[in-house]
């Protein structure tokens, strides 16, 4: 067959003396670290909405980017040129992983039956180029914000008809992440939240936001559905406040509806900086809560401060979110999900490889210093150091439980003495991130 895209290469690592824009320079599929793969660890992902069917619009102005399919009108040969596109772009890539929603995949008809069916024609093409590029899936996800039924939400619509369609919708979307193989199956909430509480009944939008994830979780028993369920927390847009609004809100959520056992989370770096925490902060709480699933990698821009979806160039903000997810014991069956666009001006596909070129590299860069720190406990012997008071005496038995208001106050007029030499030592912590940053080799 020949190459839909014959202007691409396949990118190899090449290590870091090549002068190869189209090479990795740090990303060595195959380097081991900690025993483990960097491909086994990092678990890259194409995300295929923005690859493949963004065209660059944007609320001023039309598509700019062309793909080799545009112009096949009917829709299930548009679909199947796409989908090898897509694939022979991730093969030479030479990433493991994609992600899609339903509607990414297969165009929606004119009705559900007719979308379903689109989706069962396009599963068996997909199907076929994942044996063929030995490409998995990460995870499916439902589209439930395009369509103007959505206006309102969808779980969490007023309409109890919308409701019932969105079900349907995310029902067959299983179906089709189970039938490819999903690791995992995502819900963000695309319109889920509210613009003005004029108009709200809060409580019974989130009861039936929660009744709809029970009913996910039931049906994927039904179905043999063995992946992990996530949440993909985002404070804002496109509603002006979104009820899965970070994870600390959606560790909340899951616990009083008792969906915590089913539910982890899928954290994304822009939608971390929206809702004004750091990426690693999302993380962090994330991991010491037992509910670190997968993570959308990309970042936003400070002075926009919208979700503008860029590829990943960070290098302190990667190795931050490597330190977390090598804490974590790795991210799998979670993976890196490239929820990445390219901007409007990148006109070409060559582009889109750039863009994913950056954002593997500096994440495998962030890998090997995230790697360093933990191995020489760069950080964790001063944060053991700061913490010591708790390690025996009083501290220790304030943790145990053995302690309460009256003994401490008894413990404080008694023998309590002022401690002065107490420093938190940031700027010394962030030297040494540098020196990390900058030698780790
Ligand atoms: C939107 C977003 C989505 C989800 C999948 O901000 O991040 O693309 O990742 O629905
Ligand atoms: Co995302």
Known sequence: MSEIFPELPYVKYEGNETKNLLSFKYYNPKEKIKGQSMEEILRFSVAYWHSFCNNGSDPFGAGTLTKPWDGIEDPLKHAQKKAEGAFEFMDKLGVNY?????????????????????????????????????????????????????????????????????????????????????????????????????????????????????????????????????????????????YDFDIANVLSFLRKYDLDDYFKVNIEANHATLAGHTFQHELRLARINNSLGSIDINQGDPQLGWDTDQFPSNIYMTTLAMYEILNNGGISPGGLNFDAKVRRSSIEPIDIMYGHILGMDTYARGLKIANELIKDRALENFIKERYKSYDKGLGLRIKDGKEDFDSLEKYVLDQYTENKKDSGRQEMLELILNQYIFETR
């Not at 995870?139 to 619509?157: D, I, K, M, Q, V």
């Open 98 to 242: 994609f992600c899609f929603h339903d509607r990414d995949i297969a165009p929606a008809g004119k009705s559900l039956k007719e979308s379903n069916h689109n989706l069962d024609t396009i599963k068996e093409v997909v199907k076929k180029l994942m044996e063929e590029k030995k490409i998995k899936l990460l995870w499916g996800t439902a589209n439930l914000f395009e369509h103007p039924r959505y206006a309102n939400g969808a779980a969490t619509s007023n309409n109890s008809e919308v409701f019932a369609y969105a079900a349907a919708q995310v029902k067959k979307a299983l179906e089709v992440t189970n039938y490819l193989e999903g690791k995992n199956y995502v819900f963000w909430g695309g319109r889920e939240g509210y613009e003005t509480l004029l108009n709200t009944n809060m409580s019974l939008e989130q009861d039936n936001l929660a009744r709809f994830f029970s009913m996910a979780v039931d049906h994927a028993e039904k179905i043999g559905f063995n992946g992990q369920f996530l949440i993909e927390p985002k404070p804002m847009e496109p509603t002006k406040h979104q």
